[in-house]
């Protein structure tokens, strides 16, 4: 009983965590979050953090990583389709298959960059033709890959951790060993989950 008490709880919190995101870009057309999830590796990594704009179905083409909620979680996944005036489609890059179809109203925004420790800010967008849409292909294929392959997973996410653990190293050596502390909430993001900064 106990962890179904917890469990509802939980689920009680996202809704409003996802909430407020939702309300927060609504108000401020930006907003920064910190991914937590595994859902789009190998585009997005847990600690990313990212700027999503607010924009509508018409600003979007597929190809594109997009922020939607439902049912009080929110999802961080590639847009595969839209399918006016129904909705539209998405898919993590290291998900088996599609999301359940969500109604347009659902899309919040789009991811416009990603901070990166070692290259600063990138820039997101897709391109058609030339390295950003090889880029995309490239992320799906090797997200099916860690998808399928448990093994090629925990090793990409171990050696990952241990990237960032180096290069927060190397930043500032005091504070390496001290736990992060920032305290932020976050809000479920489809397999992970993500936080505001």
Same mark, same amino acid.
Do not use: Y
């Given at each position: ?118 290259? *600063? !800010?990138?820039? #997101? $967008? +897709? &391109? /058609? %033709? *030339? !390295?950003?849409? #090889? $880029? +995309? &292909? /490239? %992320? ?58």
């Amino acid at each position: 009983m106990l962890e179904n008490t917890t469990s509802t709880a939980r689920s009680i919190g996202n809704a409003e965590r996802s909430a407020l995101v939702a309300d927060a870009l609504r108000l401020s057309g930006r907003l920064r979050l910190q991914v937590h999830g595994e859902s789009m590796l190998p585009a997005l990594w847990p600690g990313d953090v990212v700027e999503i704009a607010s924009c509508s179905l018409e600003d979007v083409r597929p190809g594109q990583i997009v922020l939607a909620r439902r049912d009080g979680r929110l999802f961080l996944h590639r847009l595969v389709s839209t399918r006016k005036p129904q909705g539209f489609l998405l898919r993590g890059d290291s998900m088996p298959g599609s999301d359940p179809q969500f109604p347009a109203e659902a899309l919040l925004g789009r991811l416009v960059s990603k901070a990166d420790e070692r290259r *600063g !800010v990138s820039r #997101f $967008g +897709v &391109k /058609w %033709s *030339g !390295v950003k849409w #090889f $880029g +995309v &292909k /490239w %992320s799906r294929a090797l997200g099916m890959v860690l998808c399928h392959c448990g093994v090629a997973r925990r090793l990409a996410l171990k050696l990952h951790s241990r990237r960032q653990a180096s290069s927060r190293e190397s930043r500032n050596p005091e504070q390496a060993t001290e736990p992060d502390s920032a305290g932020l909430r976050s809000a479920k993001l489809g397999s992970g989950e993500l936080g505001a900064l």
